[in-house]
């Protein structure tokens, strides 16, 4: 089987890819390392560097290797920052994605995955089911459930195949703890890090359900070799939620510090959000392994080797009308 995995040198693409290798897939990465680092590309799959956007790179990509599969997990995933770079966010995670979708139309792919996000839910709704109606509050929401309806308009057309899945708040080895805009876990680690207090944005209560990379991407891999699981939204990650404010704790307790903390003002996010996972136990046989605290700690010592790497960032801001400060900012 030959796989493409868009976002193959970033965090979740590049575990994904990794555990299709063990599956026997040839795998090729697409990814034009903005957030991602070429290191982590993993042994055994074939690199090309360029854009999801790039029309005529992704259709020579498609006819050479003739993919039966397409992980579609590429995209900037600063939700809190959507707001202002809207442009980028819709270029990048809507147009990229239809470029994917078209290729895969045209050259018979037997199923598309792709990662969208619990932010399609919008607020108000947990915990988060698949059977919820989407009411996103943001462009980048709003990008990935235009994503999910396009893929359902491609099969009604034309019979491709996909599989969405909905992850939240993945943390783990590979996340760029340099991105100063995206993944909580990951800010904090590089304040700490750097020795700056760790920023909380209004009071600490809002709470997420932190998901360890583990839990996520050999099910995600693996998700192509189950018929049952085709044309399905499915939600995946951790089942405990956990306050910003508890996080804070746990991540000082792994440095053996109290940390010091910043209070910013409160942004205009989805307050509480968690999901049911009832839909992924019963068809791939979800069971969320690894707690809060030993991802913490795996996530930290991996951290602590490979410091904070840098990459070329945040796009820059189309609308700078209240723009969240962040670390570094």
């Not at 680690?189 to 209004?202: D, Y």
């Not at 000082?252 to 903390?261: A, D, H, Q």
């Amino acid at each position: 089987m030959r796989s493409l995995i868009t976002g193959g040198a970033g965090f979740i693409g590049s575990h994904v890819a990794r555990h299709c290798l063990a599956m026997g897939h040839e795998v090729v990465v697409l990814d034009d390392l903005s957030g991602g680092f070429r290191d982590q590309v993993t042994d055994g799959a074939l690199f090309a560097e360029g854009s999801i956007t790039d029309d005529a790179l992704v259709e020579r990509l498609f006819a050479e290797h003739r993919f039966d599969y397409v992980y579609h997990i590429a995209a900037y995933a600063a939700e809190g920052l959507s707001h202002f770079i809207r442009r980028f966010n819709y270029s990048n995670n809507i147009i990229g994605s239809a470029t994917l979708i078209n290729a895969a139309v045209r050259h018979d792919v037997k199923c598309f995955v792709f990662t969208s996000s619990i932010a399609t839910y919008g607020a108000a709704q947990v915990p988060m089911r698949e059977d919820m109606t989407p009411h996103p509050e943001d462009p980048y929401g709003i990008a990935k459930y235009a994503v999910e309806l396009d893929l359902d308009a491609a099969h009604r057309q034309f019979g491709l195949n996909f599989v969405i899945f909905r992850p939240h708040n993945v943390y783990g080895e590979h996340q760029n703890i340099g991105d100063r805009y995206r993944n909580v876990i990951g800010i904090f680690l590089a304040q700490m890090l750097r020795g700056e207090p760790l920023a909380i944005f209004g009071d600490g209560e809002q709470q997420r359900a932190f998901s360890h990379i583990d839990d996520v991407a050999p099910h995600i891999a693996r998700s192509v070799d189950v018929p049952a699981a085709r044309g399905q939204a499915i939600n995946i990650g951790a089942d405990e939620p956990c306050s910003i404010i508890r996080l804070v704790e746990l991540v000082g307790r792994e440095f053996g510090i109290t940390p010091k903390v910043t209070h910013l003002p409160p942004r205009n996010e989805v307050v509480h959000a968690w999901s049911d996972h009832d839909r992924a136990r019963r068809l791939l046989g979800v069971q969320p392994l690894v707690g809060l605290e030993d991802g913490l700690h795996q996530m930290a010592e991996w951290a602590r080797r490979v410091g904070v790497r840098s990459s070329p960032g945040a796009p820059p801001i189309e609308v700078d009308k209240g723009v969240p400060w962040t670390a570094g900012g």
